[in-house]
T-cell receptor
Framework: AQSVAQPEDQVNVAEGNPLTVKCTYSVSGNPYLFWYVQYPNRGLQFLLKYITGDNLVKGSYGFEAEFNKSQTSFHLKKPSALVSDSALYFCAVRDPYGQNFVFGPGTRLSVLP | SAVISQKPSRDICQRGTSLTIQCQVDSQVTMMFWYRQQPGQSLTLIATANQGSEATYESGFVIDKFPISRPNLTFSTLTVSNMSPEDSSIYLC??????????FGPGTRLLVL
């Protein structure tokens, strides 16, 4: 069965600094990996995904993520954080043979002015 | 991506009552999903709803408690039956697209007293 870990409950970063939100996964076969963001009192918004191809994927709002198969990781990154990036971030995995997603526990990002 | 709306956006209910949550999509989709997000927690899949067939429930969720309807390719309902305070959560519907991604509605925030 697939699983997702986000080892940090909370990440604090100063505005303008680079940010990283970590995600590791476990799945049989080649994974489909996703990042979503949840702003207060909102649903989840899709940021980016890795299915195949280039290990570095770019997504919405200047975010990118790097797929590392040997480390089974899919860390979310942004070169310069904005206060408006403060939100709850979820990593998710789907095995290529099914439709169900498994979500990580979430990481709360706080960008301090 | 599909535009998804949910009704109601929030509700406060008395224990023992039932609430039906509606999910409307602006395009025809094959797969719709219902998730629960308990306070401070990640998302847990309740069931998958495909048009023309019975919903498929995940372990720990049963049809008597969470009956689902899927009358057409743009609409689904989830009923939370005989509610208790433990049912207080955000309930989210999502749809799957042909490119493997799931897109989420804004959620229904339920408080059971």
């Amino acid at each position: 069965a697939q699983s997702v870990a986000q080892p940090e409950d909370q990440v604090n970063v100063a505005e303008g600094n680079p940010l990283t939100v970590k995600c590791t996964y476990s799945v049989s076969g080649n994974p489909y990996l996703f990042w979503y963001v949840q702003y207060p009192n909102r649903g989840l918004q899709f940021l980016l995904k890795y299915i195949t191809g280039d290990n570095l994927v770019k997504g919405s709002y200047g975010f990118e993520a790097e797929f590392n198969k040997s480390q089974t990781s899919f860390h979310l990154k942004k070169p310069s954080a904005l206060v408006s990036d403060s939100a709850l971030y979820f990593c998710a995995v789907r095995d290529p043979y099914g439709q169900n997603f498994v979500f990580g526990p979430g990481t709360r990002l706080s960008v301090l002015p | 991506s599909a535009v998804i709306s949910q009704k109601p956006s929030r509700d406060i209910c008395q224990r023992g009552t039932s609430l039906t949550i509606q999910c409307q999509v602006d395009s025809q989709v094959t797969m719709m999903f219902w998730y629960r997000q308990q306070p401070g927690q990640s998302l847990t899949l309740i069931a998958t709803a495909n048009q023309g067939s019975e919903a498929t429930y995940e372990s720990g969720f049963v049809i008597d408690k969470f009956p689902i309807s899927r009358p057409n390719l743009t609409f689904s309902t989830l009923t939370v039956s005989n509610m208790s305070p433990e049912d207080s959560s955000i309930y989210l519907c999502s749809v799957g697209d042909t490119k493997e991604t799931q897109y989420f509605g804004p959620g229904t925030r339920l408080l059971v007293l």
